[in-house]
């Protein structure tokens, strides 16, 4: 069975420092990994994933991912937070045909 | 439009009332996909679409869900004798892919359905 844990309920950071979500999964075979930020009332946006290749990912409004196998791990990373990135962050596995969702972190960016 | 929507936004239903929730994926989309989000917690799987065929239903979690896509677009989720455990943001996603998970859905902003 597949699983995806966020370790941190909130984390917070002030404007323009760096910030990392954290994110570790339990899966057989190859992850597909995935995350998305949820803003209040609104579905979840994507913002990048991993399939293969290069461990490290860039995506949507300059986050980045670190995939580390060793480690399951998938951290989500920004180097300069804005005060906009305050939102709900989920982590995902694929497995078959669904997605496998961590229970999310909520990061707080203070000006 | 070019998103997924999903209608209504906002829907409080009595306890034991039965309650349908609507989903336009994105035009083409050939995967379609039900997730449950309770308050505080990450999006749980209900079920899923390949075009109009319902390949997987796993995740409903109980006979009281029932969720159709007859001519392969439009999506409807019922629930039966609505409890006060079925409160919870409804979301629905689709993929032009048949492997959605792979190349990632589009999520609609939701149906919040509050039992009282």
């Known amino acids: 069975a597949q699983s995806v844990a966020q370790p941190e309920d909130q984390v917070n950071v002030a404007e323009g420092n760096p910030l990392t979500v954290k994110c570790t999964y339990s899966?057989?075979?190859?992850?597909?990994l995935f995350w998305y930020v949820q803003y209040p009332n609104r579905g979840l946006q994507f913002l990048l994933k991993?399939?293969?290749?290069?461990?490290l990912v860039k995506g949507s409004y300059g986050f980045e991912a670190e995939f580390n196998k060793s480690q399951t791990s998938f951290h989500l990373k920004k180097p300069s937070a804005l005060v906009s990135d305050s939102a709900l962050y989920f982590c995902a596995v694929n497995y078959g045909n669904m997605l496998t969702f961590g229970g999310g972190t909520r990061l707080m960016v203070k000006p | 439009g070019a998103g997924v929507s999903q209608s209504p936004r906002y829907k409080v239903a009595k306890r034991g009332q039965d309650v349908a929730l609507r989903c336009d994926p994105i035009?083409?989309?050939?995967?379609l996909f039900w997730y449950q989000q309770a308050l505080g917690q990450g999006p749980e799987f209900l079920t899923y679409f390949q075009n109009e065929a319902q390949l997987d239903k796993s995740g409903l979690p109980s006979d009281r869900f029932f969720a159709e896509r007859p001519e392969g677009s439009v999506s409807t989720l019922k629930i039966q004798r609505t409890q006060q455990e079925d409160s919870a943001v409804y979301l629905c996603?689709?993929?032009?892919?048949?492997?959605?998970?792979?190349?990632?859905?589009?999520f609609g902003s939701g149906t919040r359905l509050t039992v009282v």
């Open positions: 899966v057989s075979g190859n992850p597909y």
């Open positions: 991993y399939i293969t290749g290069d461990n």
């Open positions: 996603a689709s993929s032009y892919a048949f492997s959605g998970t792979v190349v990632g859905y589009t």
């Open positions: 035009s083409g989309h050939v995967s």
